[in-house]
């Protein structure tokens, strides 16, 4: 039965998960060193959060040991960065070990160097910031000259609509004395 339910844990099928539980599976059975808390440490490195609810919701132990010490499944969250996992076991009363340092809020959002010039980002080619060889999408930009109806249909909007014009007006002229107002 706890090999089903290795399976389904490796697998994250949740059905299964509960399945194999239902039928005798353990749900605080041991690794080959003899560690207990086994199903639960594997379904938080894998980062199966609903698993993880389940084998709790079912008993197991979220503060158990193994050889790297107190808090294993969230050791091993950690482990494999599936931070809303820790979030999940830390709001089940799980204790975070203090050699487990917790990513800030923005780390994240900030690109790191290494990944910046490995993903190629930055200005097109033939430019002197330039550090990567490869072709870059640059915005195409076309300039065009407007008629003076279609100045009108395209910027009819930014006229003010109480000012009456004159017959032979400019609308550029009327546009760019608003801005400069």
């Not at 099928?13 to 560690?35: F, K, N, Q, R, T």
């Amino acid at each position: 039965m706890n090999r089903e339910l290795h399976k389904a844990i490796e697998r994250g099928d949740l059905p299964a998960v509960v399945s194999a539980i239902e039928h005798g599976a353990d749900v605080e059975g041991a690794d080959i060193h003899g560690a207990s808390g086994w199903p639960l440490r594997t379904a938080c490195f894998r980062g199966h959060a609903e698993i993880v609810h389940e084998l709790i919701r079912r008993g197991a132990d979220i503060g158990v040991a193994n050889a790297d010490g107190i808090g294993a499944p969230v050791r091993m969250a950690a482990r494999g960065q599936h931070w809303h996992i820790v979030d999940l076991l830390l709001t089940h009363g799980a204790e975070l070990p203090p050699d487990i340092k917790l990513p800030r809020a923005n780390q994240g959002e900030r690109r790191q160097r290494r990944e910046r010039r490995s993903n190629n980002y930055g200005p097109p080619n033939g430019l002197k910031e330039r550090r990567c060889s490869a072709e870059r999408r640059a915005t195409f930009v076309r300039e065009v000259e407007l008629s003076d109806d279609q100045w009108s249909v395209y910027f009819a909007e930014t006229q003010p609509r109480t000012v009456r014009l004159p017959e032979n007006h400019d609308p550029a002229s009327v546009i760019f004395e608003r801005v400069r107002d």
